[in-house]
């Protein structure tokens, strides 16, 4: 097996060669790429058979085939749309779960610390009467962004193709939004920190706030790589 | 037939192709021009994007399998493929009575003398 996953008996330098440019050209890892490449392949070896049977020579069969099958510009381009709004779909997703998983834990800290429910709103320090809302504000941009990222890559792409194009944009939204939303959420525990860390209970912080990072620096990536993409689309 | 004619109607005929019976790939390729007697000739590997596209809308599912030791992803249609072919069969014939009926050609207008 070579690093594209071709068993040996099929190998064809010409077929990979072509699988090669083809595969240079897509967005993403290689990884995400093996099943489009092993798809290409057995299709181009099927259309190789096919020209044998009709009578070609082995070596020009495989030239036949990989004529038919066209520029590996265009056959890349046609598979980047779909990866792009693969990425921009999973990246939408995960921003959207997450979201609400990371706020549960904030507002268990915050009960077993004793800052909600024990405590008038007029009685919170300054800086949480200030941050919670901003949080509250990145959440929602975070959800729009996400959602509209969700439906601009499902079904409704039935009627509406072009609404694919927009998916990246809508997803980087959200991943910034959830980048706002989590660095608020960590600055505001740093201040709580500076200024009343007795009051902390220690675990339930400890896990909000890992769970904020580990949501931090997985929006952050798939912020740019959407940007990225975005780019490469138009 | 070039990739620009056929552009809007591609998956409706991917779609057409599919209706009989789950295809791979090339099956589908070759499904296409013997049933447009050669006229459809597309670039193969133009058809796999647009495979994916229909997989990601829920019109086909596609599953790997191996026959002859070749592994093959399979495509078939699911039941909203079948619904949304009869729509693109309905409008296009729609479509295309109205435009046979405008391209007629029409007995040029006699000039009064």
């Known amino acids: ?234 | 037939m070039r990739a620009e004619t056929l552009k809007g109607h591609l998956d409706g005929i991917l779609l057409a192709v599919l209706e009989p019976e789950p295809r791979h790939g090339y099956a589908i390729m070759e499904a296409l021009r013997d049933r447009s007697a050669g006229q459809v000739d597309l670039p193969t590997g133009t058809i796999y994007p647009a495979l994916h596209r229909l997989e990601r809308t829920g019109l086909v599912r596609a599953s790997w399998s191996t026959v002859g030791g070749r592994r093959r992803r399979v495509y078939e249609l699911t039941s909203a493929g079948r619904r949304a072919l009869e729509t693109e069969r309905s409008t296009w014939r729609d479509f295309s009575a109205a435009v046979t009926a405008l391209l007629q050609p029409m007995p040029l207008a006699v000039s009064p003398q």
């Open chain 1, 1 to 234: 097996m070579n690093w594209l996953g071709t068993p040996a008996s099929d190998a064809q330098p010409g077929v990979e060669r072509y699988l090669a440019e083809v595969a240079a050209r897509l967005p993403g890892s290689p990884r995400a790429h093996r099943d489009i490449v092993a798809e290409l392949r057995s299709g181009i070896l099927d259309a190789t058979d096919a020209h044998c049977s009709a009578g070609l020579p082995p070596a020009e069969a495989v030239q036949a085939a990989i004529d038919e099958f066209g520029d590996p510009a265009r056959v890349a381009d046609g598979f980047s749309a779909e990866i792009a709004t693969g990425l921009a779909r999973r990246a939408a997703v995960v921003v959207l779960v997450t979201g609400p998983l990371v706020g549960v834990l904030w507002i268990v800290t915050a009960v077993a610390s004793h800052i909600a429910p024990h405590h008038q709103w007029a009685d919170l320090p300054p800086g949480l009467q200030v941050g919670v809302p901003l949080v509250a504000v990145a959440a929602g941009v975070t959800a729009c962004g996400a959602l509209f990222g969700i439906a601009a890559t499902g079904r409704l792409t039935r009627w509406l193709p072009d609404l694919c194009r927009r998916a990246p944009a809508a997803a980087a939204v959200a991943g910034f939004g959830a980048i706002g939303a989590e660095a608020l959420g960590l600055a505001l525990l740093g201040a709580q920190l500076a200024t009343a860390a007795g009051t902390l209970s220690p675990w339930p912080a400890a896990a909000a706030a890992a769970a904020s990072v580990a949501r931090l620096m997985f929006a952050r990536r798939a912020a740019f790589r959407c940007l990225a993409i975005r780019t490469g689309l138009t």
